[in-house]
């Protein structure tokens, strides 16, 4: 009887791809600039492999993020630049002081049968000023949108922070208003360099606690700061590992102090990770949240533009079939002829100049980023509502005129509740409201002229879409003045968001425009959502990570639900 062949253990651990995205842990990791995010997923990746420092200097070092440093010689003071990287991501290395992280991504472990996801975020209090920051804030809030949930929100700090009023400003502040509240319930608080301060918390604790304090009393929300949610990382001995593989030797005390540090740092990082995996769920996608509401006002721009101009083209074709009713009475007599949407995904997005050159040499903020199909079939709408054959004609006109009047009526609705949509967006969001429907509607009138000029008639659809595009442009500009005039906290009528998503259920329910608006959204979503996919990093790890403490966390531990 033969032996059965042995069982083939694979060489390296993979994330499990089915697992349900409810049980997926997803950390956010905010912070200043240069405060050590990356480096806390690069450690993070050791840890996982090396439960001990002797094992982690000797064995292959684990660089999810390159990263780079100086090394002083003590002996001569000289400085030698240490790169900690692979060779085709070393462009990644953080040059003349600017963030190296310059848009949100994502490093997808393996953990267990679950998937473990740090989202590494753009430095708040970039170098390149408050503007930029406003950028990566709306950066950051847009791409967590496209999950489910968050598990915890990391907030990195260095022990001795002198600006901690303007980091609790930029950070804290922001993301409990744009979230939900709850999701204060999922803040840790990590401090970085520990070493420095003795593995203490030093003087930010202190002042951090002042700042919550300030807010419970202004706002009545309790933002939770002991042992439990604070955490004191050192992650010295990653520095260490590059000087070894760069051949450096540094004497014995000093690797005792990196030794005490990796054994510190290690048991943090498994009280980390529990305390995450502990944390109650906070919904981030289809939750009522500034944020969301935010994320889909900017997302209507195209499809209520496309809308507009739908709506023009058919009222034209309803106008010319009013004016030409058959002498035969016949059923097509009763048919409308009406463009319907088709709407369907595009393999990249094309880039698309608004502006009135004739050959493009225009800036890249005159362009629109198309990122779905948008075409038109011809389809025929039943006009007969059994009226007797005597007036036949003269009913058939009726019902035609009554089906222009509810076009312009859904157009009319559309723009009222669009106005109010900026409205909101001008009192709440990060970026205020802002013309792109108009852009939208230039484009379009553009494509009109160019159909014109190529024989087709379309003189009343250019008319009106031009006449639309002035009075959207002269109705956003008289709101931007109203509300200029008083504070953003005192405007009046503002829509909750709550009431956000209930205007734009009234949109997707128009009898006539609604599903096709729906259905923009909808790709919409869907192509953004892939987008964020692009930039996630699935990470594998040696086989021998399996067994290390970290890793056994997975199965201790089940996350809480809300």
Request: charged content about 20%.
């Amino acid at each position: 009887m033969c032996d059965s062949p042995p069982t083939t253990i694979p060489s390296v651990l993979k994330i499990n791809k089915q697992c349900p995205p409810d049980q997926e842990i997803n950390i956010l990791l905010l912070g200043q600039t240069g405060v050590g995010k990356s480096t806390f997923i690069n450690s993070l990746a050791n840890y996982l492999v090396n439960d001990n420092f002797d094992e982690a200097i000797h064995d292959e070092m684990q660089v999810i993020i390159p990263t780079s440093f100086y090394f002083t010689d003590p002996e001569t003071f000289e400085e030698k630049l240490i790169n900690i990287s692979d060779k085709k991501n070393s462009k990644e290395i953080n040059e003349n002081g600017q963030s190296c992280t310059q848009q949100c991504r994502s490093f997808v472990f393996p953990f267990g049968q679950r998937n473990l996801r740090l989202i590494d975020t753009p430095g708040m209090g970039d170098t390149r000023g408050s503007q930029q920051d406003n950028e990566n804030l709306f950066e950051i809030l847009t791409y967590i949108s496209y999950y489910e949930h968050l598990n915890g929100i990391c907030i990195f700090l260095k022990p001795n922070e002198e600006r901690l009023t303007i980091i609790f400003r930029l950070i804290i502040k922001q993301i409990l208003h744009y979230l939900e509240p709850s999701v204060s319930k999922n803040i840790t608080f990590i401090l970085t360099n520990a070493r420095s301060t003795f593995y203490t918390p030093g003087s930010s604790k202190k002042l951090l606690q002042v700042l919550i304090n300030e807010y419970h009393d202004k706002y009545h929300l309790e933002i939770p700061l002991s042992k439990d949610n604070t955490f004191l990382l050192d992650n010295e001995t990653l520095r260490y590992s590059g000087l070894c593989k760069a051949g450096i030797q540094i004497n014995n005390e000093q690797i005792q102090i990196y030794k005490k540090s990796w054994d510190y740092t290690i048991k943090e990082y498994e009280r980390l990770i529990t305390y995450l995996c502990q944390c109650p769920l906070h919904a981030v996608a289809n939750t009522l949240s500034i944020n969301s509401a935010e994320q889909l006002i900017k997302q209507l721009s195209r499809p209520i533009a496309e809308t507009i101009r739908l709506i023009q083209q058919n009222i034209q074709l309803a106008n010319e079939h009013k004016q030409k009713p058959s002498k035969k009475k016949t059923n097509a007599t009763h048919k409308l002829p009406q463009y319907i949407a088709n709407i369907g995904q595009i393999i990249r997005p094309n880039l698309v100049c608004i502006s009135k050159c004739s050959v493009c040499e225009c800036s890249w903020n005159h362009h629109m980023n198309i990122t779905y199909e948008y075409q038109t079939n011809l389809t025929y709408v039943n006009m007969n509502d059994n009226a007797s054959s005597k007036n036949d004609d003269h009913v058939l006109i009726q019902n035609i005129q009554g089906y222009i009047d509810n076009l312009q009526k859904e157009q009319e609705m559309i723009k009222d509740i669009y106005m109010e949509l900026l409205k909101f967006l001008h009192v709440n969001a990060i970026h205020p409201c802002n013309n792109d429907i108009v852009a939208y509607l230039r484009l379009f009138i553009l494509e009109e002229h160019i159909k014109r000029n190529a024989g087709i008639s379309n003189d009343e659809i250019i008319d009106n879409l031009t006449k639309t595009m002035t009075q959207y442009e002269h109705d956003i500009d008289i709101l931007k003045k109203n509300l200029a005039k008083q504070d953003s906290a005192d405007a009046k009528d503002v829509l909750t968001a709550e009431k956000v998503f209930l205007q734009v259920g009234n949109l997707y329910r128009l009898p006539i425009n609604g599903q096709q608006l729906r259905d923009q959204i909808d790709i919409l979503k869907f192509v953004e959502a892939q987008g964020v996919k692009a930039r996630e990093k699935h990470i594998k790890l040696p086989q021998k990570a399996a067994t290390s403490r970290i890793m056994h966390i997975s199965n201790n531990v089940t996350s809480s639900r809300r």
